[in-house]
């Protein structure tokens, strides 16, 4: 046998020391009782750094004290009822369910592989996964567990699927791939609010980065490609695929049934979505968002009804056709078989819901104690006092912002705390809020991969044990820890380069500020 290569060896201690950790939902309440008991020594100092936020000294609140506890319980159901990961993967679940039990899913996917050339599943899936970024979060419950299936069909280690998808849809998500995300209005608006702590008259395009990120969707892809096919899946082959057999995707030649399924299923997606589409026409479609201030209805914005329907529509675009499939291929008989589906998909979900419990309270009590926040300030004003050169600077602001990314998953939190003092200072060096912005998207995307407090992390977790039961936080960090590495390098180069050859950021965009 071959000697294994530093690398391997590496990763092998990486993923045997995270495996070592307490299972993740008791690492998650010891994470908990740490940030009490954390909060309660600091919430006795004051700081000088100020809340952007509040304008005042940031304080840490003390977890421990009677209101916090008293409120901390009181408001315990609500913070796993309302934990945002925990309806949307639910409710998609409900529709993949039907789709999977029926045998839609995997018909569809061997019908897919009879095509698709071998050596181009790896960029075709991490390009989907950024694409997924139109849809939110889809990409975690939809995109991320396809790979794994796309992969077994295709004979290759279904962990490889996952670390490929998981990159595109966490690790790329502040790429675009030619198509505008909810995120970047969201970013543009709190970039402008802390440009006018300096120039009240400046205005931000939300596609200010869009030229930029639609570049780094080609080089994310081209980067992940190489990844996944030379570092990730060799170092996978010794890692048995141990799942339940009857879970598992095949790879046999279709039947006629199922091709006599397939073809009623995609002339039901095809009437649904026509249907739908005549509901998206006109001026006056409910699904647009209220009149902005320029008396327009978009349809591509976060706070528009299809944009907040996406999950549902991820539900009924699998229901409908999944249940068209089975009936027609003889897997669904009666309406037992359609809650038979939906009931197995979510007793496969049962320890997800565990984990989604405890990382719940875990995040609300975190971000109530102010912690992340202070951490975030420190680090800016560290910063900010270095007077580095401008290069240096903004590689420092990409690796602030992958520091804190691991404690705060919410990309505009960050923003507001680290903008509101990056975004200023830079501006009196002469540095665009355009720039600065860019920097900013780097780091918030390298380190999603490989932080547990990402609020989807535990379901990857649950979508590797699937194939290999023996996967733990350990597992998948060492798995995505090459990507979240060469992400945070090649992707900061890609930026300085940008930067260097005076490669326009997007609409709008300028490197340089003038007041």
């Not at 919430?43 to 003390?62: H, K, L, N, Y």
């Not at 026509?274 to 009149?291: H, I, R, S, V």
């Not at 037992?336 to 007793?347: E, F, Q």
């Not at 565990?354 to 202070?374: D, E, H, K, P, R």
Request: hydrophobic fraction near 55%; aromatic fraction near 8%.
């Amino acid at each position: 046998m071959a000697e294994r290569s530093w690398l391997a060896r590496s990763l092998d201690v990486v993923e045997r020391a995270g495996n070592r950790l307490p299972d993740p939902a008791v690492l998650f309440l010891i994470l908990m009782v740490t940030a009490w008991v954390v909060s309660n020594v600091l919430a006795r100092f004051s700081f000088v750094e100020i809340d952007p936020r509040s304008g005042q000294p940031i304080e840490i609140r003390d977890l421990l004290a009677g209101q916090s506890l008293t409120a901390f319980m009181a408001t315990m159901v609500s913070t796993f009822t309302s934990f945002p990961p925990l309806g949307v993967v639910l409710v998609a679940m409900l529709g993949l369910g039907v789709a999977e039990h029926s045998g839609f899913i995997n018909a569809t996917l061997r019908a897919a592989m009879a095509v698709t050339p071998r050596q181009l599943l790896t960029p075709a899936l991490i390009a989907v996964g950024i694409l997924s970024h139109v849809a939110v979060d889809a990409g975690y419950v939809l995109v991320i567990p396809l790979g794994a299936v796309i992969f077994y069909a295709a004979g290759r280690h279904p962990l490889a699927g996952i670390a490929a998808a998981f990159a595109g849809v966490s690790g790329g998500f502040s790429a675009t791939m030619g198509v505008p995300s909810s995120l970047d209005p969201l970013l543009a608006g709190l970039t402008q609010t802390a440009a006018h702590l300096v120039d009240p008259s400046i205005v931000i395009n939300p596609l200010n980065n869009f030229y930029f990120t639609t570049a780094s969707a080609i080089f994310i892809v081209l980067l992940g490609w190489a990844l996944t096919d030379l570092v990730i899946e060799p170092r996978l082959r010794s890692t048995a695929v141990d799942g339940d057999p009857a879970n598992l995707p095949t790879q046999e030649p279709l039947t006629d049934a199922e091709r006599r399924g397939l073809r009623v299923a995609l002339l039901t997606a095809v009437a649904a979505g026509a249907l739908f589409a005549l509901t998206l026409m006109g001026d006056d479609t409910p699904w647009a968002a209220a009149p902005n201030a320029e008396g327009e209805r978009l349809l591509l914005t976060s706070n528009a009804p299809l944009m907040q329907s996406i999950v549902p529509i991820i539900f009924i675009g699998f229901l409908l056709p999944g249940i068209a499939y089975g009936m027609s291929a003889g897997t669904i008989k009666e309406h037992r078989d359609v809650i038979a589906g939906m009931t197995k998909a979510m007793s496969g979900m049962g320890y997800y819901i565990v984990m989604a419990f405890f990382c719940a309270q875990f995040i609300y009590a975190f971000g109530q104690s102010n912690l992340g926040a202070l951490l975030a300030l420190k680090g800016a004003n560290a910063l900010r006092e270095a007077a580095l050169p401008m290069g240096v600077t903004l590689a420092g602001i990409v690796l602030l912002t992958a520091t804190v990314n691991l404690l705060i998953g919410s990309a505009s939190a960050k923003w507001a705390l680290i903008g509101a003092i990056m975004v200023p200072m830079l501006m009196q060096l002469g540095v665009s809020p355009d720039l600065t912005q860019a920097a900013y998207r780097v780091g918030d995307s390298s380190t999603n991969i490989i932080t547990p407090l990402l609020p989807y992390f535990p379901l990857i977790v649950v979508f590797c044990r699937r194939y290999v039961q023996s996967t733990g936080i350990g597992t998948l960090v060492a798995l995505m820890l090459p990507y979240s590495i060469s992400f945070i390098v090649g992707w900061t180069g890609f930026l300085l380069l940008f930067w260097a050859l005076g490669i326009p950021l997007g609409v709008g965009a300028t490197y340089d500020y003038v007041p």
